[in-house]
């Protein structure tokens, strides 16, 4: 009987601190779409993260500083996963990026209807990866990985700019 996983790894990868890391626990291991299921992982913590509503700087620091440590993470998690490009159980790409989103709203404007369709914008333009996400991922390892997600978060981010702000006129 054959024990390896059916994605070519071997078991013992899966407990590599990095790969714990890069998959956020092994939430990149849920099917379907584990991407998504990454991102919906920071919405606990965006939303605990808004409602003690520490300084905006502050906050920033901290998803800055999980990103940066996330780029050599993503790339030794994807060594020990065999070396495929963007392993799809790979998610601290969309988990760090999704707090990105947000930024153009204030902590206390984040009701859960605004952290849904930030959400659902960051999901729409990871997916579809409108030019330069796709050339991104050419990036080498990690940063690739990790470039994609956020420029989807930049686009995701403008486009909730926007919408608040007809919001505002309209309302």
Not at 75 to 89: M, R
Not at 140 to 146: K, N
Request: charge should be neutral.
């Amino acid at each position: 009987m054959n024990t390896e996983p059916s994605d070519g790894t071997k078991p013992a990868a899966w407990g590599h601190p990095a790969v714990v890391l890069a998959t956020c626990f092994w939430i990149g291991r849920v099917r379907p779409a584990p991407g998504t299921w990454g991102s919906a992982a920071a919405l606990p913590i965006i939303a605990a993260l808004s409602f003690a509503q520490i300084p905006f700087f502050l906050e920033l620091q901290l998803w800055v500083t999980v990103c940066c440590i996330a780029i050599p993470v993503c790339t030794i998690a994807t060594q020990q996963l065999g070396g495929k490009k963007d392993p799809s159980s790979i998610v601290l790409d969309e988990f760090s990026a999704m707090p990105f989103v947000l930024f153009v709203v204030p902590p206390q404007e984040r009701t859960w209807l605004i952290m849904l369709l930030a959400f659902l914008l960051f999901r729409l333009f990871d997916v579809t990866k409108p030019p330069p996400c796709r050339q991104l991922e050419n990036l080498p390892a990690g940063l690739g990985i990790m470039a994609d997600d956020w420029a989807a978060a930049g686009f995701a981010a403008c486009t909730l700019f926007v919408i608040k702000a007809l919001m505002h006129s309209y309302g």
